[in-house]
């Protein structure tokens, strides 16, 4: 069994709800999954090399930037082997915005310049998730599930 950390910032919300459809998703296929929420938990870099694959939720803040919250954690990011690591990346946005769902790309390009195997696809969602967006959180998540176990490529 694959042990993977769920690890996501929300503010308002609604990354919390594509990570809790996503993090079920898991537990009802028997996957071992560790939550942890910027804010409320402690999160050093350090501990991303102790799983086997990464789901990393984040919302968009001012100037399509990261939450405040989530700054230091991307500067550490240099210190840790994540080389071969498995990661996803999702968030809710809001499309009102010129600069939509871009702390998405920031993160997923950070990982994948350190070595990380990504799942293709950002899973951004408009402010709430609907339920086809919610059907879509579980199937980022088996895609996380398939590159955890080799079944999946990383083609672009
Ligand atoms: C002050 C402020 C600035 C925001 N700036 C952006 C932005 O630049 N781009 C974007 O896509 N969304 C932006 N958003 C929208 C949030 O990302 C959106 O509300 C999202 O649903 C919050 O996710 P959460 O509920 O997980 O916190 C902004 C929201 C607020 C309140």
Not at 10 to 27: F, I
Not at 36 to 64: C, R
């Amino acid at each position: 069994m694959s042990k993977i950390l769920m690890l996501y910032a929300s503010a308002t919300g609604n990354t919390e709800l594509m990570a809790k459809a996503m993090v079920n998703h898991l537990r009802n296929n028997n996957q071992d999954v560790v939550v942890k929420m910027f804010d409320y938990d402690e999160i050093e870099v350090e501990q991303l090399e102790n799983y086997d694959g990464i789901l990393f939720g984040v919302y968009t803040w001012v100037g399509g930037d990261l939450p405040f919250e989530v700054e230091d954690f991307y500067d550490e990011l240099d210190g840790v082997n994540i080389k071969r690591k498995p990661f996803a990346v999702f968030g809710s946005a809001d499309s009102f915005y010129d600069e939509y769902g871009t702390a998405l790309d920031i993160m997923y390009e950070r990982f994948e310049k350190l070595g990380a195997v990504m799942v293709p696809e950002k899973l951004v969602v408009d402010l709430g998730p609907n339920q086809e967006d919610l059907k879509k959180c579980e199937q980022l998540a088996d895609r996380l599930s398939m590159l955890i176990s080799g079944k999946e490529l990383n083609v672009k």
